[in-house]
């Protein structure tokens, strides 16, 4: 209620008490103002009563939402369902307008202000995870693999005619297809082997340079994280050959926000060298649903020219869920998150290695890597020909999500290109090998449960090994639905 009507109010209730309750609503709208003044993270998360209060606020200025607004054009914000009106906050008319999805809606004035606050406090957000220098970003609603894409044909007007993309090799699927989504011929650079670590080939991306030629290639597109024993990409040096023959810079720093390594590593490739754009995904980084990234750089003018190439409106879904994150988090608590995924990385390292060598394996050594680690699997690789996918059955079982057995020699063909060794990086790595990543949100507890469920299922297949009918223990992933679940707490239990 404005002023007006708090003083109306004291006709029916006591003064002293409207005045009370004046004082505290005007503590909530201290802390929209400051927001709104500042575009910055708040140091303390809000409640969940400030945010809501917030969000009606922004919602009431939509034209939709007007007290007797006539709409009767084809886009009017008209929602059939309730429960769909309520879910969206009544936020409905999506951001941005046909020619920028950065740009203000003139029928939706609280929509377009949450579209401004998203993105200025995103900024501040990866500036306080280490990329200090970036000046510009903007969150779109799209995951990870298509927001490269766009940044791909943003670039295509900037270099007609440029066909390559260089890419040093990372076996993930969708950024590969992100740049044939876009038109383009990507040039896979093999990665080098330095003791169990793959890491980037900077010879052969300068050779790739020198032999196709700086004006036939579009840029290289590198990467931050990744699955062990790949580690980042050398993006210092990667910065400074792109700067040196003059070819755009795009990093994959899909789930990097969550690790100050990653980080650092893009705020020295753009002070050394060229970054022009690096694009991460909203929910490896921020815990909220699938279907968002942030795509941000160093030139105010280039990330405005991709929001550009957006075509049409948006859903402002994404940056409604980011905004309602950060707001309860504050830098205080997204800080928090970031401290105790470090720690729980070393536990994680820690206790890892020590059951590697109760089963007479070892710990990869990959300490490039900030996030993921790999465990070998020799032992089990010599047992047989199937024990080392059969471990990742048993995993899957019992409901281990995230963990990646990745055996040898196995081969994949991406959207016409064929990959030896695929999901290990390389043709052909020295072991099979299991992966477990330590991110944003993760406990002692998973990891406690992980290390219990891996060590089961390894026991349980060493025992298996001379048994040439098989375990019982080998066949777990023909189990039903209610028995895998019986199987999880009977484990648990144990």
């Known amino acids: 209620m404005n002023t007006e009507n708090f003083l ?55 034209s ?11 886009r009017e914000g008209r929602v059939a369902s309730g429960l769909v009106a309520r879910r969206h906050y009544r936020l409905i008319h999506g951001i941005g307008r046909s020619g920028d999805i950065s740009a203000v809606q003139p029928k939706a004035a609280g929509s377009s202000l949450l579209n401004k606050l998203t993105n200025s406090v995103a900024l501040d957000i990866i500036k306080l995870a280490g990329v200090r220098t970036a000046s510009s970003c903007f ?33 993930q699927k969708s950024c590969f297809k992100s740049m044939i989504t876009a038109g383009f011929e990507p040039v896979v650079v093999e990665n080098v082997l330095e003791g169990d670590e793959l890491r980037t080939d900077l010879k052969a991306v300068e050779a790739k340079i020198q032999d196709l030629e700086a004006d036939n290639i579009l840029c290289v597109h590198s990467t931050t994280s990744c699955f062990a024993p790949r580690v980042p990409d050398r993006l210092e040096e990667l910065a400074e050959i792109c700067a040196r023959y003059d ?25 050394r060298g060229r970054i022009d754009a690096f694009v991460q995904s909203l929910d490896k980084n921020f815990m909220v649903p699938v279907g968002g990234a942030i795509i941000a750089g160093f030139s105010d003018s280039f990330i405005q020219e991709i929001s550009k190439m957006y075509p049409g409106r948006a859903s402002a879904s994404p940056s409604l869920d980011l905004l309602i994150t950060l707001l309860t988090l504050g830098t205080k608590g997204y800080q928090q998150l970031l401290k105790e995924r470090k720690e729980m990385f070393s536990y994680l390292s820690e206790n890892v290695k020590k059951l590697a060598e109760a089963y007479n394996e070892r710990l990869l050594e990959t300490p490039h890597n900030p996030i993921s680690l790999a465990m070998s699997l020799r032992e089990l690789d010599k047992q ?18 995230g963990a990646r057995v990745v055996p040898l020699g196995s081969q994949q063909t991406v959207s016409g290109y064929t990959f030896k060794g695929f999901m290990a990086h390389t043709n052909q790595y020295h072991c099979a090998y299991l992966n477990a990543a330590s991110a944003i949100g993760m406990t002692k507890e998973d990891v406690d449960v992980f290390l219990k469920r891996l060590d089961k299922c390894l026991k349980a297949l060493s025992k298996g090994k001379n048994d040439e009918k098989g375990s019982p223990a080998l066949n777990e992933e023909v189990v039903s639905g209610m028995e895998k679940c019986n199987l999880v707490e009977e484990d648990d239990r144990k």
């Open 8 to 62: 109306a109010s004291e006709r029916l209730v006591n003064a002293a008490y409207v005045r009370q309750g004046s004082q505290g609503r005007r503590a909530h709208e201290l802390r929209l103002r400051a927001l709104l003044e500042q575009g910055k993270c708040p140091e303390d998360g809000w409640d969940e009563s400030t945010i809501e209060l917030f969000l009606h606020e922004l919602a009431i200025m939509d």
């Open 64 to 74: 939709n939402n007007f007290l007797g607004n006539c709409g009767v054009g084809e």
């Open 139 to 171: 969150v779109v609603p799209m995951a990870t693999g298509m927001s490269l894409t766009l940044c791909f044909l943003t670039l295509r007007h900037k270099r007609p005619k440029a066909k390559y993309i260089i890419w040093p090799r990372i076996d």
């Open 247 to 271: 070819i755009p810079h795009i990093v994959n720093n899909a789930y990097g926000v969550q690790s100050s390594k990653c980080m650092h590593l893009i705020q020295q490739g753009a002070r």
């Open 384 to 401: 047989s020909g199937t024990a080392v996918t059969q471990l990742g059955s048993m995993l899957f079982t019992r409901q281990v999500s």
